[in-house]
């Protein structure tokens, strides 16, 4: 019987990237092997630590529940798990890891050009950084789910780094839904300075002459009207926060534009996508991989509030274009639904579980003196 152990920071299954991706990489491995060991956010934290985020608990229970035992694969998406991989990697495990990465200096900065501080010191503090990246350097296989995201990981060391893009789970069985009968441009994500929400605020505002509405949804979006009266003096928007339905979000926009400075994927732009909507992203967004500039939508530069309000300007002036790049848009999606990334992951595991002998031993990473 092959045994895999499967470990997350992540609540499993829940609305969000981290949440679809795990859920989805679990079925992968349950159809490739035969019994599937999970250990997400809910079974690594007792409740005691529930209030505590602190990433390297995480690896410090993973390691505590599965001391011990043998298992011939040891798969992680993102965290923190380094002394988990080192222990089962002597053991003789293979380790997969899907990380997705985003360049960290482009988010830190981002956070510094506004005045803010940023709340990760995992990722932001240099030795920390290299405590949470040395299993990632021991694994036989990081995916990553953008070419973004592997030109970071190679840039920090990571070998053996295959792209498997992330999913979406929009039924596709008809029509898209029609376009609303309004102009109307849509976002929805959480509003962190590297998901570049600022400068689509700034696009949005400084169109002259364009009417419709800007749609802001997720959580955090219904406090954004302090910095919208500060960053621009025009426009209307409209400011929702956490939508219980994507499809009803999607539905009543025309656009949606994922403005990202820095982020590995972007499964929102999939979704707009598979409702039918041409999409506007930046090319710091790891999406803008699945996305045919000029076909399915616009790839425009990251920090560049002009280019967007230009992307805009065009499909709200050409309603045949808007029509044509909606209908693009989402038989382009059809590639990429849940079921087709899964036989991905099916394949790459598959390939991966050979008879191994033992590799070279890690050297537990304990950490050491900081450098100065």
Known sequence: MTRVLFCTG?????????????????????????????????????????????????????????????????????????????????????????????????????????GLSYHHPHIQDDYLW????????????????????????????CKNVEIIPHGHGVPMDGDAPPFPSEFRVGYLGAVGPDKGVIYLIRAWGGRVG?????VLAGAGTEALEP??????????????????????????????VQPSVSESFGIEVLEAMAHGRPVVVSDGAGASDVVRDGVDGFVVPSRNPEEIALKIAMLQEEPEL??????????????FTWERVKRQYVELFRRLHAPVLPS?????????????
């Open 10 to 114: 992540d609540v499993v299954g829940i609305p969000t990237g981290g949440g679809q991706v795990t859920k989805n990489e679990i079925e992968a491995l349950a159809a490739a092997f035969t019994k599937v060991i999970v250990l997400g956010r809910n079974e690594l934290r007792p409740w005691q630590y529930q209030g505590h985020d602190i990433p390297f608990l995480d690896d410090f229970f993973a390691l505590a529940k599965t001391k011990g035992e043998l298992f011939d694969l040891v798969h992680v998406y993102s965290g923190t798990f380094s002394q988990t991989i080192a222990y089962h990697k002597e053991q003789g495990s293979r380790i997969t890891v899907t990380c997705p990465a985003h360049d960290r200096r482009e988010s830190i900065s981002e956070f510094q050009v506004l």
């Open 130 to 157: 290299g405590l949470m990246k040395q299993g990632l350097l021991w694994a036989d296989t990081v995916i990553a789910p953008s070419s973004l995201s592997k030109r970071f990981l190679e840039a920090e060391g």
């Open 210 to 214: 364009g009417g419709g509405d800007l």
């Open 227 to 256: 910095l919208i009266r500060r960053e621009v003096d025009g426009g209307r928007f409209v400011l929702l926060g956490h939508v219980p339905s994507v499809a009803d979000f999607f539905k009543q926009v025309s656009v949606y």
């Open 322 to 335: 808007l029509a044509s790049m909606g209908k693009a848009a989402y038989e382009h999606a059809k590639g």
């Open 360 to 372: 070279v031993k890690p050297t537990q990473f304990v950490g050491g003196p900081r450098d100065g």
